[in-house]
């Protein structure tokens, strides 16, 4: 070889019952630099990560690391060559202490007697050392759970620097941090790549791309597309490599299809949390898409859970359809005909051990039984139209959800709500994770939704996606609904302004 590599891999191949994951893919990783992988959901990004790590067992293919051909035969064995990952999803223990998390199945032993005990002292001093060494000040013997998220990514980096990895796999690192967490994280990255450690990072977000990477390799349908330097390539061209079209419109044209029927109000509602949301009001109009936007904690999530019946109030009201609404439980909700896509995907929206048949049909069951028997000739009618419908890349209904990628689990989700046919449905950070295609074909499932007269609610974090999809956007901070935008009014500033407007009278 021409030039000595980090990490080779070439003609990797898998296939799953019904599917080729991975067909002939190669990714060439050099030494201290930041190698994208990119591509969009399902095109076999972490198939192939998995393949690296030992998690799966490649069905052809060689893997070099610095030039040395490798078999890997799990993830320990690939710690023991140098490399480290760490989870788009993150399973930490929050009981634990951050040093106990950070060794966890390598405890520093002692001989305590006739037994074999955990070195604590040395466990804890090792961690503090490797903490510092990322410019993290953690308390070593505080409990895990007492970080936030981007502070457990902070330990989850510091862990593999523990482990003198000399290749790190970051997935999706950024999907669930604050601005300010992006920023410590790649104040990491640079140091780590300054001392001549690889990583590999996979994202969807450009600008980050942009900001952080060294080298892309661009995978389309479990096939690799090409690599090249990130000054090499626009941003158009690596959109286009990723779909394999020209993709000229991020956000497809939408008709203002409003009516004056307001199909639900939300007048002076209180969180029973004092810290929580308090004295919201809204409303939403039948075929409206309503944005709410509002930076971390402004506790949008949470009212619309309260909306839902996840969360309790302590005052207010709700009409839904022009009646009052109590509603105590999401399945009040439900027989109203609200459905709602929860922000967390893993936690809270798909059942993992279940088909993608049963995720789909689970919330409309009730509609599909006679004499307390489900006809499954007609789940299974819906669900292959769901799957037809929104492009569900999946070998059958059949298949376990939890082996889909994440944009198409996310699909699976919606499909859940379709089948039950609801007037209103909040989508909470509906694209989260998800690549530019099949943003799109979710931004055109709202739209013929919208036309057919159903009523969205959209959470999102992303200010132009809030812009390039809402009718109208209701801002809040701090609990507090603060303003409300449309139409030329809406702008990035706008938005920006009335989400950090902490102070307000009678607060």
């Known amino acids: 070889m021409a030039e000595q590599y980090r990490l080779e891999m070439t003609g990797i191949s898998k296939s799953f019952p019904g599917v080729k994951a991975l067909d002939g893919v190669n990714l060439k990783v050099r030494p201290g630099t930041v190698h994208a992988l990119m591509g969009e959901n399902g095109a076999g990004k972490s198939t192939l990560m998995k393949c690296l ?19 890997i035969a799990n993830p320990d064995d690939a710690l023991k060559k140098g490399l480290a990952m760490v989870h788009q999803e993150l399973q930490p223990i929050p009981a634990r202490t951050i040093a106990e998390n950070m060794y966890l199945g390598r405890y520093p032993m002692k001989n305590f007697g006739p037994l074999r005990v955990v070195d604590h002292k040395v466990m804890n001093a090792e961690s503090e ?36 990895a000399k290749l790190v796999i970051l997935d999706e690192p950024t999907s669930s941090l604050t601005e300010n967490e992006v920023e410590a994280l790649f104040r990491i990255v640079r140091e780590l790549r300054g001392r001549g450690v690889s990583m590999i990072y996979i994202s969807h977000k450009m600008a980050e791309i942009r900001k952080i990477a ?28 990723m779909v394999g079209r020209p993709l000229t419109n991020v956000y497809p044209p939408k008709d203002d299809v409003r009516t004056d029927e307001v199909v639900l109000r939300v007048t002076d ?8 949301f308090r004295h919201c009001s809204f409303e939403l109009r039948r075929g409206e898409i309503l944005g709410f936007g509002g930076l971390v904690g402004a506790q949008r999530t949470e009212l619309m859970e309260a909306v839902f019946g996840m969360r309790h109030v302590q005052s207010g009201s709700v009409e839904m359809l022009g009646r009052p609404a109590i509603i105590r439980r999401p399945q009040d909700a439900i027989g109203r005909s609200v459905g709602m896509i929860t922000e ?14 049963d995720n789909t049909a689970i919330a409309s069951y009730k509609n599909y039984a006679e004499m307390g028997k489900i006809d499954y000739r007609k789940v299974n009618t819906v669900v292959d139209e769901s799957i037809r419908k929104l492009s569900i890349k999946t070998p059958s209904g059949k298949t ?22 609801p007037d209103i449905l909040i989508m909470d950070e509906p694209t989260r994770g998800i690549d530019v295609g099949a943003k799109y074909e979710i931004y055109q499932i709202m739209i013929e939704l919208v036309k057919q007269g159903k009523s969205i609610i959209m959470i999102s974090s992303e200010m132009p996606e809030l812009i390039g999809m809402s009718n109208r956007i209701i801002v809040m901070c701090n609990g507090r609904i603060t303003g409300e935008v449309e ?19 009678g607060a």
């Open 344 to 357: 967390d995907r893993r936690g809270t929206g798909i059942i993992g051990c279940l088909s993608v048949l």
């Open 400 to 421: 376990l959800i939890q082996s889909l990628s994440g944009g198409n689990q996310q699909k699976v989700i919606i499909a859940r709500w379709l089948a039950n046919n």
């Open 214 to 241: 060294d080298d892309i390799t661009i995978m389309r349908d479990g096939q690799y597309v090409g690599s090249w330097e990130v000054k090499d390539i626009s941003d158009d061209e690596i959109v286009r490599q």
């Open 53 to 71: 790590f030992g998690i799966y067992k490649r069905d052809a293919g060689a893997v070099y690391i610095d030039g040395v051909p490798v078999e």
């Open 269 to 276: 509602l209180c969180s029973i949390h004092p810290r929580s």
């Open 487 to 505: 139409g030329e009014g809406a702008t990035q500033e706008a938005i920006m302004a009335y989400a950090t407007q902490f102070e307000l009278k």
């Open 129 to 164: 050392k490797w903490l510092k060494d990322v410019k993290m000040d953690f308390d070593p013997k505080a409990k895990l759970g007492t970080l936030s998220i981007g502070q457990m990514q902070s330990v989850e980096i510091a862990k593999a620097v523990s482990q003198n």
